[in-house]
């Protein structure tokens, strides 16, 4: 049986490349078959060329003088070629017979074992031991696998490798990886078993150091990922292009959903649509950038509500400064943002106010009637029931109403004020209620209506008599519901308000019109107060005039000492049909054009001009006023002189109360001589 010589050398070579070392004696690596230099540490067979290859062969099956048996005491010449090949390589070899004995280790592998200078495995000496023998030399705890190994390469002939631990001279075990390889005779028959051991010692304890740093990191990532799922916030994790990585718990949660479904869920998915370009411009500079930034974003919960978020996002990078992970947190500002919103709310309707100009500042006077008033006031404002304030123009309605809110329990609230005869038809219902965006022509947004800017607060309807009758029926839904529907939406949205409403005109009358629903004006009247005219507490005249003296005075740098007294004497007998709001009117005229410190106003200014039209016209209005009155006493006489109540003169007319007293003063009827009547 022929060995060629380039098997040695290809052996030597394969020994050195595996090992990740290159003969001392040689130039350079020999490439392999295919031409390609083999890799430091890789393991690879070289296949002798022409350059290495000889025609020299030795006969392993003769028994010359080169090649006697082992046990004749010498040495055969390929196995002595064979150890003094596995003496060079700087690495632990040894190679065993056909049946997996040990035989020979190299000088290396014996000094590391510290066997004897005449130990049998020095010199290759075969002794008939089982396979098996010198497993004591491997660590107790991998025998099983070692065996395992070795009987596998026994069994198939073929390569393989184990990694154990092999104690050496001074007792202390070391981690090797052993490569096993067949060494075979040209026509295949298994020669020798060839063994390389690696010291992979620090390359085992860098591998449970690194097993120890992983098993920590991973218990820290455990304990990071309970902190992050009871956390109070929407934390997420992203790669570096924005790929999902990790939700919370508290995140999975509101989105009803399981990570891996967060996962596969689409970008801005979860996000209101009117954001989605925003926030994806803000991504997008942040991964160009690689900068934090921070955004206000709504978020669709699972049951499909959006809540404001306040998403801040915040890069980790490597030594190099390469963005590895994205880190957002959104804080839920949902309370936050209705506070904002109903604030602004607030804030526009104060502006609106205060453009506006409010007739009073405070309630100024003491007259009977008024004091009447107030002790209603003070009665109605700590519940939530509907008011309905009467009376005529200019004679302090709105004051009343923000009075009762003054008072009441929502008095920390807003208080809405609209006036219903000042708003466009066709505007009335989005004013009130609100609409959606879309939901006409130049609703580029929603809009909130008075009913929610009121919320929680009060609103006063003023010149409730002016709405429309679809606006009525609206009004009366909330009134009875509690609940409004923007324009544009069928979604019922529930308002927390309390109604004041107000008005100059007879309700009663225009229900029987048909101008004014009935079942509206029972929800409105509830609580109906009526303010009383000017006339009826002449006895506040000199103390408001007093008022808005000092009150104009003050705003245009002017000081009064005295009141002229033909003035004083003027402004009490004159009828006021203007009202509180005539008055001040006349006041800031006087304070506006006067040029001294005596306050003084024009009696022409209190004239009204004398009617033009003939002497029949001023015949035919004595006729109707002697009819008026005559009309008035027969109401009366059947009242016994009552006026309120559901039994009253008024009623029976179908005139305000304040109304009937007024035209009573000036008819001069002495309504008390109807009294003596009854009975």
Request: with cysteine; proline share 4%; hydrophobic share 40%.
């Amino acid at each position: 049986m022929l060995l060629p010589l380039a098997s040695i050398l290809t052996l030597r070579y394969t020994l050195l490349l595996w090992a990740g070392f290159a003969a001392a004696n040689d130039d350079r690596t020999i490439p392999g078959a295919d031409g390609v230099y083999p890799q430091r540490g890789k393991y690879a067979w070289l296949m002798g060329d022409a350059r290495m290859a000889t025609s020299s062969q030795y006969n392993a099956d003769s028994t010359d003088e080169r090649n006697i048996d082992c046990a004749s005491g010498q040495e055969p010449s390929f196995a002595a070629q064979l150890r003094k090949t596995l003496n060079t390589i700087p690495a632990y070899t040894w190679y065993a017979v056909p049946s997996g004995t040990l035989t020979f280790v190299n000088e290396r592998y014996a000094d590391y074992l510290g066997l004897a200078k005449n130990d049998p495995l020095r010199f290759g000496v075969e002794i008939n031991v089982p396979w098996d023998t010198h497993i004591q030399l491997v660590h107790p705890d991998d025998h099983e696998e070692t065996l395992r190994v070795g009987a596998t390469c026994n069994r198939t002939g073929t390569a393989g490798q184990a990694a154990f631990r092999i104690r050496n001279s001074e007792g202390e075990y070391r981690w090797f990886l052993s490569r096993l390889e067949p060494l075979r005779a040209s026509d295949g028959t298994l020669l020798y078993w060839i063994g390389i051991n690696l010291d992979i010692e620090e390359l085992k304890r860098a591998e449970e150091q690194r097993k120890t740093a992983e098993e920590k990191i991973r218990e820290q990532e455990m304990e990071l990922r309970h902190i992050l799922d009871l956390a109070p916030q929407l934390i997420a994790v992203f790669g570096p292009h924005l790929e999902r990585l990790y939700a919370n718990r508290m995140s999975l949660d509101y989105f009803g959903v399981a990570l891996d479904e967060w996962r596969d869920t689409e970008p801005g998915a979860v996000g209101h649509p009117d954001d989605a370009k925003q926030c994806r411009s803000y991504w997008d500079r942040a991964i160009s950038s690689g900068s934090a930034f921070e955004i206000e974003v709504r978020c669709r919960r699972s049951d499909g509500v959006y809540r404001w978020f306040l998403m801040r996002c915040n890069p980790v990078r490597d030594d190099q400064g390469k963005v590895l992970r994205w880190y957002a947190a959104c804080t839920d500002i949902e309370d936050r943002k209705q506070a904002e919103e109903r604030l602004q709310r607030e804030n526009a309707a104060l502006r609106e106010e205060l453009n506006q100009a409010s007739m009073f500042e405070e309630i100024v006077g003491s007259s009977e009637p008024l004091r009447k008033v107030l002790s209603q006031v003070s009665k109605v404002a700590p519940s939530d029931s509907t008011v309905l304030i009467l009376g005529q123009t200019g004679t302090g309605k709105e004051l009343i109403a923000r009075a009762i809110h003054k008072r009441s329990r929502r008095s920390g609230r807003s208080f809405i004020g609209v006036n219903c005869g000042a708003i466009p038809t066709s505007l009335i219902a989005s004013e009130l209620f609100g609409h959606e965006k879309g939901a006409f022509t130049g609703a580029t947004q929603r809009r909130l209506g008075r009913f929610e800017a009121a919320n929680g607060g009060t609103i006063f309807l003023d010149e409730v008599g002016d709405l429309p009758p679809d606006i009525q029926i609206a009004l009366l839904r909330v009134l009875q519901e509690r609940e409004i529907e923007r324009v544009g939406s069928d979604r019922p949205v529930p308002v927390d308000v309390r109604v004041l409403a107000a008005t100059h005109r007879d309700l009663d009358k225009l229900v029987s019109e048909g101008k004014f629903r009935e079942d509206l004006l029972y929800r409105l009247n509830v609580v109906p107060i009526t303010m009383p005219s000017l006339r009826e507490r002449a006895a506040d005249i000199p103390i408001l005039v007093e008022y808005f003296i000092a009150r104009f005075g003050k705003k245009m740098g002017k000081k009064f000492q005295t009141i002229e007294k033909k003035t004083q004497k003027i402004l009490q007998d004159y009828d006021w049909p203007g009202n509180v709001r005539e008055l001040q009117n006349v006041i800031e005229r006087a304070v506006t054009l006067s040029d001294s410190n005596t306050f003084a106003v024009d009696a022409a200014w209190l004239k009204r001009e004398p009617s033009q039209g003939p002497h029949a016209s001023l015949a035919l209005n004595g006729v109707l006023l002697a009819r008026e009155k005559e009309v008035i006493e027969v109401a009366l006489a059947q009242s016994h002189g009552r006026i309120s109540g559901s039994a009253g003169a008024a009623t029976k007319l179908g005139i305000p109360d304040s109304t009937l007293e007024a035209k009573i003063k000036r008819l001069g009827i002495d309504r008390y001589r109807f009294k003596s009547k009854l009975g």
